[in-house]
């Protein structure tokens, strides 16, 4: 479709595009002179044509086609409308000045375009360096061109296997250098560090909490010195006093609690709640009393009423809390049953006979006509309770 530029200057052109080719264009990371050799760097038309039948595939262009070790560098594709245009300039011969004609012809719409935006991988050129420094090609030997006998694969040749690929990235990644990190005064680094001990590089909370694991053998009966030290210094108000005799008649009530179910039953500010539960509790790390705080000196192994006090984890997603998702979504575990590391061979007494006093007791951990505090967020645990 052609359409001349004698609209005048300024003027537009009504053009009907419904019936124009659809093309794909490649930025070529090149100057393209001979089209077949382009093309075989691109795997050839069949290549380009099934990749381009796949969304998902980027397309690979070898700089050296016919080395099967060449790494290649990959384009992203991406959508655009964009058209393909063919300008002619016609100038009249003869003619007095430098007036030209201008013809336009729409091509194709193109609608897909390849970008070689990436860098290309390190290469490995199979070479041998001889003794008296002359660099030799190794591909007649490595590749195997025609049938070998036995003998062939016997006789001594220099090892090349390069692999696959040398660089996981394409992209240039900025590194961004931190300095070291600061310490406080008399800080000492852990004596126990292994190959799986993450985080040495991040500056100790200084909130001096005690983590016990459901394997260890005790707990604590009394928080750190410099836990009381740390409460002792921010408990500068009689407020903060009598937030702590709240937080020890909570646990007076039960001994364990969760960090929802303390804020939601006293007034205090983040920043001080995280210096008063060390001073009051050891944090559970694992086990079913995880992410829980407990009292010094209670045991909730050594406690069969403990076990109404059992984390009940699940997440509400953002999305079907406001109702702009799916409410029937599968969510992935975040642990597996079948792989549980607790044992599961241990001999269990034979439990005594259960009375309707007993079932009434274990209903529930809260007094009649009370219900419990749910208070789900995102990204955090809901608290809730399992006579199991």
């Known amino acids: 479709m052609a359409a001349a530029a004698d609209a005048g200057q300024g003027g537009a052109v009504s053009v009907d595009l419904r019936h124009e080719r659809r093309m794909v264009c490649v930025e070529y990371p090149g100057l393209v002179r001979d089209v077949s050799k382009m093309l075989l760097t691109l795997g050839g038309e069949e290549s380009v044509s099934r990749i381009y039948a796949d969304p998902s595939k980027r397309l690979e262009l070898y700089f050296r086609p016919k080395d099967p070790y060449c790494h290649p560098v990959c384009a992203n594709r991406f959508s655009t409308s964009s058209l393909l245009?063919?300008?002619?300039?016609?100038?009249?011969?003869?003619?007095?000045?430098?007036?030209?004609?201008?013809?336009?012809?729409?091509?194709?719409?193109?609608?897909?375009?390849?970008?070689?935006?990436?860098?290309?991988?390190?290469?490995?050129?199979?070479?041998?360096?001889?003794?008296?420094?002359?660099?030799?090609?190794?591909?007649?030997?490595?590749?195997?061109?025609?049938?070998?006998?036995?003998?062939?694969?016997?006789?001594?040749?220099?090892?090349?296997?390069?692999?696959?690929?040398?660089?996981?990235?394409?992209?240039?990644?900025?590194?961004?250098?931190?300095?070291?990190?600061?310490?406080?005064?008399?800080?000492?680094?852990?004596?126990?560090?292994?190959?799986?001990?993450?985080?040495?590089s991040r500056a100790r909370r200084p909130h001096n909490a005690i983590f016990v694991n459901f394997e260890d053998d005790g707990v604590p009966a009394q928080p750190l010195e410099a836990a009381v030290q740390t409460w002792k210094k921010v408990c500068t108000n009689p407020l903060d006093q009598k937030v702590e005799k709240e937080l020890?008649?909570?646990?007076?009530?039960?001994?364990?609690?969760?960090?929802?179910?303390?804020?939601?039953?006293?007034?205090?500010?983040?920043?001080?709640?995280?210096?008063?539960?060390?001073?009051?509790?050891?944090?559970?790390?694992?086990?079913?009393?995880?992410?829980?705080?407990?009292?010094?000196g209670y045991d909730p192994r050594k406690h069969p009423e403990a076990k109404i006090y059992q984390v009940l984890d699940?997440?509400?997603?953002?999305?079907?809390?406001?109702?702009?998702?799916p409410s029937d979504m599968p969510v992935k575990a975040k642990r597996s049953a079948y792989n549980y590391s607790l044992p599961i061979t241990v001999k269990k007494t034979p439990s005594p006979l259960v009375t309707m006093h007993d079932l009434k007791q274990g209903l529930a951990a809260v007094p009649p006509d009370v219900l419990p505090v749910m208070r789900p967020e995102r990204g955090r645990a809901a608290e809730g309770h399992s006579p199991q």
């Open 85 to 200: 245009l063919r300008i002619k300039r016609r100038r009249q011969r003869g003619a007095p000045g430098s007036e030209a004609r201008l013809d336009l012809q729409v091509l194709g719409i193109v609608a897909t375009v390849y970008k070689f935006q990436g860098l290309s991988d390190f290469q490995y050129l199979a070479v041998h360096t001889e003794p008296g420094g002359r660099q030799v090609s190794m591909y007649d030997k490595v590749l195997m061109l025609k049938p070998e006998k036995e003998s062939f694969f016997h006789q001594e040749l220099p090892l090349y296997i390069p692999p696959p690929i040398f660089s996981r990235l394409d992209t240039p990644v900025d590194y961004f250098y931190r300095p070291e990190t600061q310490h406080r005064e008399g800080y000492n680094n852990p004596p126990i560090s292994g190959e799986n001990v993450i985080g040495l």
């Open 248 to 296: 020890r008649k909570l646990f007076e009530i039960r001994p364990i609690w969760s960090r929802n179910a303390v804020k939601a039953n006293i007034s205090i500010h983040p920043d001080k709640l995280k210096v008063l539960l060390p001073f009051m509790a050891y944090y559970m790390i694992t086990g079913p009393w995880r992410s829980l705080w407990i009292r010094f």
């Open 314 to 325: 699940f997440r509400i997603r953002c999305g079907m809390k406001h109702g702009y998702a």
